[in-house]
Structures are given as C-alpha cells and as structure tokens.
C-alpha cells in the first residue's frame, strides 16, 4: 500500500478591508453596480510538523499611503494561531503584488516560494509601465532581489510539490507568474486561487478581474483552478468577504479574524 497522503488544517487571516463597487472588480463594469467591498487575506498551511505561510500582506504604512483599511499586522497576528512569526520557516509568495509580499521582512529565518517568471516580469522592462507597475512596491521587489542573492529565494518554472499533499500550480494572468497552492485536507483538495480569482464570482461567471496582463491565460486559469479542486466549494478566492461568512472562526475569540478553510463550508 502507499503511504497516506498528509492532511492538513487551513486558516484564513483577514488583515485589512477597503470599500469598494462591482464596476472595480469586473473588466467592462457591471450592469448592475453596486457596494462589493474587498477584503485581504494571508493564509496559514498547518500540517503535522509543519507550516506555511501563503503570503504576508502589506504594511500599515503602505496601508495608509493606498488608502486600505488596515485591520491588524498579518505577521504579528499569526500568534492568534500560536505560530511564532521567528518560528516560520516556509513562505509561498502567490505572486509579487503590493498586498501579498509585504511584510517579508518580518520573517528572518524563512524560505520564500516563488514563480521565476513572476520575478522576471517585476524586474524587467514592461514594469516601467504605469499600468503594471502600479501593483508593486519597488521595496518588496528590491528585498526580492536581495533575498535571492541570500539563497533564500525559491524559484520555479510552473507546477511544483513542495511537499507531500501540498502543490504549487503556475496559474498566470492576472500576474505573469502567479500561482496557486493546492492542499490535501480532510475534506479533499482545497485550491488557494489568491489572485487567480479575486472573488467566487470571477471564476464562476468567467468575467476577469480588471486587473490582468494576459486575459487568456486568466481565462485559462480558471478551467485549471477547477480542474485541480475537488469541487466549486473547494476553491477559495484571494478577496472575497464571503469567505469570512462561509466558514467558521477556530474560536470565538477569532471571529471576524480567522476561518477554518479545510472544514466544510456553510454555504
């Protein structure tokens, strides 16, 4: 027989909050405009002996400076799980956005996991564009650079196991090289889509986000995404507050903070 597959716990962290409409979130606005705010999230991979940290946010400064409400520290916050930030020794960086690699520098033992086109692209020459470069932070991909030269930088080019039951998918579009993390759970497979799909409601309609550098690959994306979960109720998007309500809090003192993703869903 062959040796079983780890299951693992997953845990949404809801750090900072922004207003914002249906038209912000859609390429062609919507028909139907109205409030649809955004939340932001890292996410915890907790298995038997170890874990993983699925992004680390922004800062408060840069929180302020974006006009985004900034809720608490995603690293400071990560002992609400009784995870010491010193202690993390594995991050997987979806992709280079402002929202999801900043922070790094608050993990001074850590490995960082990352897509080598995704790097490419942040240091090459289309991000002189204002379009593009307006999703990064030049400190996040400066501290990138120098964290490569360090060896503590991972890089991939597409599909990759990181460890048993715990998989990264190059899943390209909205970013040159994003990627999503596919984890094995009590209740099957559970996709981490980060920015692959914003909201449920990017992937389920086929409307893409308004921001992207290649809308096939998006598109392409999506099909992988659903390919790669058990089902519909086994993906979960990189923004949307429905998934505060779609899941519960490990504990009452965690409302509103943190959600269980590998139980079984409300709705």
């Not at 390429?27 to 874990?51: A, K, L, Q």
Request: one cysteine or more; charged letters at 25%; glycine letters at 6%.
């Amino acid at each position: 027989m062959g040796e079983k597959i780890p299951e693992y716990k997953i845990f949404a962290l809801r750090y900072a909050t922004r207003n914002a409409r249906r038209a912000d979130h859609f390429i062609g606005g919507d028909p139907h405009d109205g409030p649809m705010p955004m939340d932001y999230f890292t996410w915890v991979i907790v298995g038997s002996d170890r874990c993983f940290l699925v992004d680390t946010g922004f800062t408060a400064e840069t929180a302020a400076r974006r006009k985004r409400t900034f809720l608490r520290c995603p690293i400071d916050s990560l002992r609400l799980l009784d995870i010491d930030p010193d202690a993390v020794t594995d991050v997987i960086l979806t992709h280079l956005h402002y929202d999801h690699v900043g922070n790094f520098h608050k993990l001074p033992h850590a490995r960082f996991h990352l897509q080598e086109r995704e790097l490419a692209f942040a240091t090459g020459r289309q991000i002189r564009i204002p379009y593009f470069a307006h999703g990064f932070e030049e400190e996040d991909i400066v501290g990138m650079v120098r964290l490569n030269f360090k060896r503590r930088l991972e890089l991939y080019d597409g599909d990759m196991e990181l460890a048993p039951g715990l998989t990264l998918h190059f899943a390209p579009g909205h970013t040159a090289g994003l990627q999503v993390v596919r984890v094995h759970t009590q209740r099957g497979p559970v996709v981490l889509a980060s920015d692959a799909s914003h909201y449920y409601e990017n992937i389920q309609t086929t409307r893409p986000f308004i921001a992207a550098v290649d809308l096939a690959a998006m598109m392409d994306s999506f099909r992988a995404i659903e390919r790669l979960a058990a089902s519909a109720h086994h993906i979960i998007p990189g923004h949307d507050p429905l998934v505060m309500q779609r899941y519960a809090a490990p504990s009452a003192s965690l409302q509103d903070i943190v959600v269980r993703l590998d139980a079984q869903p409300a709705m």
